[in-house]
């Protein structure tokens, strides 16, 4: 059985692929505040994440994804990965996620440096 941090990273990865607000609105609380760096002005709230996501989004095929979760714990997860943009660059990815019981994130934020090299 996937854990709680698996099923929503899988859910986010999902809502990546779709870009459907109702996919991407889904992962998160209402109140939710979504940081796209650590010093990052937050998007708080369902709606605002959501419209930041299509402001900002990624098109399907355009990317591929590898994570693995770091460490989880009562709602707090790490989850490593890599984001390949075969048209630009590698960029490796930590992310810190809190979820509410209902597996929903209360919070995300992300951190991503661009590999110096392909491989």
């Known amino acids: 059985m996937a854990s709680r941090g698996a099923e929503w990273v899988a859910g986010y990865v999902a809502a990546w692929e779709s870009n459907d607000p109702?996919?991407?609105?889904?992962?998160?609380?209402?109140?939710?505040r979504y940081l796209t760096s650590p010093d990052?002005?937050?998007?708080?709230?369902?709606?605002?994440?959501?419209?930041?996501?299509?402001?900002?989004l990624d098109e399907k095929g355009s990317w591929a994804f590898d994570w693995r979760i770091v460490h989880e714990d009562?709602?707090?997860?790490?989850?490593?990965?890599?984001?390949?943009?075969?048209?630009?660059?590698?960029y490796l990815n930590l992310w810190i996620v809190r979820l509410a019981e209902d597996g929903r994130a209360t919070e995300f934020t992300e951190w991503y440096m661009p590999r110096s090299h392909k491989g």
């Open 40 to 56: 990052s002005e937050p998007r708080t709230g369902r709606n605002a994440i959501v419209t930041g996501w299509l402001a900002d």
């Open 22 to 32: 109702a996919e991407i609105g889904a992962l998160f609380t209402d109140d939710a």
């Open 74 to 90: 009562d709602g707090f997860v790490v989850v490593q990965g890599r984001t390949n943009y075969p048209a630009e660059r590698d």
